[in-house]
Structures are given as C-alpha cells and as structure tokens.
C-alpha cells in the first residue's frame, strides 16, 4: 500500500520570496512521484514528475522538486512567489496496478498556496 | 484547455436514484481514468479503462461502475446514491494505460449533490 502525507494544510507567502511545500509518501514499491496544482474552477495540471530518472526534477512555471529516498520526500519549491501562483497543490504517488501495467496513484489532501502581495 | 469536457458540470440528485456522468477524452487518447473529491480533499482514484476495458480499480464499492466507448469517451456510473457521494467527480485522460506515467489531463469535473 501507498500513501502521501502532505505536511501543510496552508502556506502562506508574501510575493517575490520562496515557497515550499512538503510532501511524504510510503510505498511498498519504487514509486512514481507527482505534484499537480488545481487552480480555482479549472481542471488539474501536471506541474513535474519523478519517474527514477534525476532526482532533482524541474516543472513548469520555475518550480522544482528533490526526491529524496531516504527521507521518504519530495518537497516543491520555487524561487520567488508570484500572485499567480495561488492555488490548491497535490502530491501524488503512483505504484504498480497489480496486472495490466497500470498504476493506481495516490493524491495527498492538498496544500492551499496562499500569495500575498 | 486541455481538451477533456465533462458533462453536466452540475448535478443535483436524490438519495437511492441512479446518476451518469460522462467524459469527452482528449483527442488520439486511450486510456481514461475517474476521480472523486470531497470538499476539502485530495482526488481519489475510482477506476481506469484502457482501450474498452477496467485495468486499474481504487477502493471503491461495485455500485461505482464505468464504461468507456471505441471513440474513447467515457461514462462513470453511480446506483444507489448516497449523501457522502456528493463530490467533484474528475475525469483524466492519457496515451497509454499507465494512467499517470505520461501525463494525464483533467477536465473541469462534475459537481454532484445527492440530497
């Protein structure tokens, strides 16, 4: 079994500093790792994903993340804040479907990114 | 836009009825999977269907049913209704059947109140 914890509810940031968000997971295989924003009234989109290639991956709109095996992480960060980054963000595990090569993915609660100006 | 609708986009219905939600995939995508998310919670993974047929299923009861046509488009099925299943209910679509090792697109989703 699988599963995310993503460590804040909320982050709050003044814009033009940096953000962090935190993610956990467990998982009995090699996972596939995923963060996703959702922004008001709009559908979910792909922000970057780990798939055992480089650890240090690099996603759209300046933001980042580190896999970290043994810390069980993989945190997103950006540089510098911007107004439009105020969204609802998802870290999501995906592990091996037991037939058919599919995976079954696993979303954490959500962290509520919050920009101030 | 990603090029995956869902209609309706609102939905109200009555506890114990029957409710289909349906799911336009991106064009040249084959693969197609459901999301149910509670106020205030990360999405969970209903199913999946892979060229016509289920080949990945979350924890979700058998009244939670789906079936996806040759053009690719989709339909989620709920029977008797229950007021916990008021939800965003999302549909993603992908190339291939590892629904999230290429990227997946979402649509809009379908709001549903069962009351």
């Known amino acids: 079994a699988q599963s995310v914890t993503q460590l804040d509810s909320h982050v709050s940031v003044s814009e033009g500093t940096p953000v962090l968000l935190r993610c956990n997971y467990s998982?009995?295989?090699?996972?596939?790792l995923f963060w996703y924003v959702q922004h008001p009234n709009k559908g979910l989109q792909l922000l970057l994903k780990?798939?055992?290639?480089?650890?240090l991956v690099k996603g759209i709109n300046g933001f980042e993340a580190e896999f970290k095996k043994s810390e069980t992480s993989f945190h997103l960060t950006k540089p510098s804040a911007h107004m439009s980054d105020a969204a609802e963000y998802f870290c999501v595990v995906s592990v091996p479907y037991s037939s058919g090569g599919s995976y079954i993915p696993t979303f954490g609660r959500g962290t509520s990114l919050i920009v101030h100006p | 836009e990603t090029g995956v609708t869902q209609s309706p986009t609102h939905l109200i219905k009555t506890r114990g009825q029957q409710v289909t939600l349906r799911c336009s995939s991106q064009?040249?995508?084959?693969?197609v999977s459901w999301y149910q998310q509670a106020l205030g919670q990360g999405p969970q993974f209903i199913f999946q269907?892979?060229?016509?047929?289920?080949?990945g299923r979350g924890n979700f009861p058998p009244r939670f049913s789906g079936l996806q046509f040759p053009n690719y488009s989709s339909e989620l099925n709920v029977n008797a209704l229950e007021l916990d299943d008021s939800a965003l209910y999302l549909c993603?679509?992908?190339?291939?059947?590892?629904?999230?090792?290429?990227?997946?697109?979402f649509g809009q989703g379908t709001r549903l109140t069962v009351v």
């Open positions: 998982s009995s295989y090699s996972p596939s």
């Open positions: 993603a679509s992908s190339l291939v059947g590892r629904v999230l090792n290429t990227e997946a697109f």
């Open positions: 064009s040249g995508h084959n693969t």
């Open positions: 780990y798939t055992s290639a480089a650890t």
């Open positions: 269907y892979y060229r016509e047929e289920e080949n």
